[in-house]
């Protein structure tokens, strides 16, 4: 059973740093992953998606890496600001399904 | 452009009272449907999905049913709420590709 982490649960940062967010899943088999971003109370904005052969994906100041055989991801977020403050989460899709298993999220909060 | 939209927003039922909840794609034909619950400190979670009208597939046992009576219509029910289906639901859906998903704004759901 696919199971998908990740760490830290919540993080604070002040603006300006460079922050990795991790996520790692326990079957290797996966045919993508993806990074979200959820603002309170709304619904998820797809941010990067990573297909199994691929390494990383960049999309401005983020880039997400992929290691499939270690099972893990980072999302790297460049000079942060207060308006990346949100909830992140990765899923993985797993080969022949059209179903994403999701991680619990690393809440951010970025302060001026 | 895609759009998904949900509604209502939120919503408070009483225990017993029976649910309604409609998602409806627009801008795209044929699209993969897809019902989550994200609970109160945990991570969304599959319950139905829908590769075509009338074709719906459940991934996790309960009282909650799903229907979809036209290409771009995907309506979550219950005859009788019970106070573990409180939670804040999202819709989502996906191109027949097995992409990206794309999120509604979700529904907020109350049940006392």
């Known amino acids: 059973k696919q199971e998908v982490t990740q760490i830290p649960a919540a993080l604070s940062v002040p603006e300006g740093e460079n922050l990795v967010l991790n996520c790692s899943f326990t079957?290797?088999?996966?045919?993508?992953l993806q990074w979200f971003r959820q603002d309170p109370g709304k619904g998820l904005t797809s941010l990067l998606l990573?297909?199994?052969?691929?390494r990383e994906q960049t999309s401005g100041r983020l880039n997400a890496s992929l290691d499939k055989s270690s099972g893990r991801s980072t999302l790297y977020i460049a000079a942060s600001q207060p308006g990346d403050s949100a909830t992140y989460l990765c899923?993985?899709?797993?080969?022949?399904?059209?179903?994403?298993?999701f991680g619990t999220g690393t809440r951010l909060q970025v302060f001026p | 452009s895609q759009t998904i939209h949900q509604w209502p927003a939120t919503l408070v039922q009483p225990v017993g009272s029976p649910l309604s909840l409609e998602c409806t794609v627009e801008?795209?034909?044929?699209?993969?449907l897809y019902w989550y619950r994200q609970a109160a400190g945990r991570g969304l979670q599959l319950l139905f999905y829908?590769?075509?009208?009338?074709?719906i597939s459940s991934e996790v046992p309960q009282n909650l049913s799903a229907s979809r009576p036209q290409d771009r219509q995907f309506i979550l029910s219950s005859k009788k709420l019970l106070l573990s289906d409180s939670g804040f639901y999202l819709c989502?859906?996906?191109?027949?590709?097995?992409?990206?998903?794309?999120f509604g704004p979700g529904t907020r759901l109350l049940v006392l």
């Open positions: 989502a859906w996906s191109g027949r590709v097995r992409e990206t998903q794309y």
């Open positions: 079957d290797s088999a996966i045919y993508n």
């Open positions: 990573i297909q199994s052969s691929q």
């Open positions: 899923a993985v899709r797993r080969y022949n399904t059209d179903k994403l298993i």
């Open positions: 801008g795209t034909s044929n699209p993969n």
């Open positions: 829908s590769v075509g009208i009338g074709q």
